[in-house]
């Protein structure tokens, strides 16, 4: 098989329903090129979840805005490191540009799954919501997930990798800033000692003021996420109320239709019995008239 890649991103941007025979069909025509290795790792493939395969759709088919949200990630983390090793950042600018981007492919999201036949319910909205987000902002490891072949949804970073971002932000703070936190001082023992205290409560008051600053902008993002669940939940409920609507609407026109059908049949059983008195008359006066002529006239 040529490209076995072109072969994995084609699998993972079919409708939902497909999946499963299409990755079959797959694993058989890798074993037929004689490729098991490959093939055993195709048959391994779980079919996703409805808010994984959702996303998949967004990479495949909005990829200009699905890239919008990656870019407005980027910055965000780069805000963030800047933050943490101590320098001025314009988090809450890069926090608003990703959370527009999110809102918009959610929009685009509920789409894809109402024409899917799938329910834009207000869990689906969240699970898709946290893998966007954490897509968004993922580092760069060797086993990040692959946008566009997501199996699930992807939970929110550990704090292990929380803690491997931060410890990276501290080591990609600039050089001269690292130099001076490493030259000891030039004062006595005992000014040395002050110098050193000094150091550490100025440290510490930064880290504060950069926790502060981080909780302040993720709290921002919480509000916001849940204002952005909160609408979509709105949606689906006037959604689910139109649906009700019609539903109900569809009950009377099928029960007005019963109702004609059984009229029809009336007027037809009706019809029959005309026909019938009609020709039982039509025989009486033929009768009559047969009597009348055997007669004769008077």
């Given amino acids: 098989m040529a490209n076995i890649k072109s072969e994995l991103d084609a699998l993972f941007a079919v409708p939902l329903s497909e999946f499963t025979p299409a990755r079959n069909a797959l694993a058989r025509r890798l074993e037929g090129d004689r490729l098991s290795n490959e093939a055993a790792t195709v048959k391994r493939l779980s079919k996703p979840t409805v808010s994984a395969w959702a996303v998949n759709q967004l990479y495949w088919k909005h990829r200009e805005e699905f890239d919008r949200l990656l870019s407005a990630g980027k910055r965000l983390a780069q805000a963030q490191t800047l933050l943490l090793a101590g320098e001025a950042a314009d988090v809450r600018t890069a926090l608003a540009a990703r959370n527009e981007a999110t809102s918009i492919l959610l929009r685009l999201a509920s789409k894809l799954l109402r024409d899917a036949g799938h329910n834009p319910s207000p869990d689906a909205i969240r699970r898709i919501t946290t893998t966007l987000e954490t897509l968004s902002i993922y580092p760069s490891l060797s086993n990040a997930p692959i946008p566009g072949r997501l199996t699930d949804d992807v939970a929110p970073l550990s704090f292990e990798l929380l803690a491997t971002l931060a410890t990276d932000a501290k080591a990609a703070a600039p050089a001269d800033m690292r130099s001076q936190a490493n030259v000891a001082p030039q004062a006595g023992p005992h000014g040395g000692r002050k ?92 009768r009559a008239r047969s009597r009348l002529k055997q007669l004769g006239p008077i």
């Fill in 195 to 286: 110098q050193d205290r000094r150091t550490e409560v100025a440290s510490a008051e930064a880290a504060l003021r950069s926790a502060e600053q981080v909780l302040r902008e993720a709290q921002a993002n919480a509000d916001n996420v849940a204002a952005t669940l909160e609408k979509a939940a709105a949606l689906v409920n006037e959604t689910e109320e139109g649906r009700r609507y019609a539903e109900e609407r569809l009950a009377k026109a099928r029960a007005a239709v019963n109702e004609a059908r059984q009229r029809v049949h009336d007027l037809d059983v009706e019809a029959g019995k005309a026909k019938r008195v009609l020709r039982d008359a039509e025989r009486s006066v033929e």
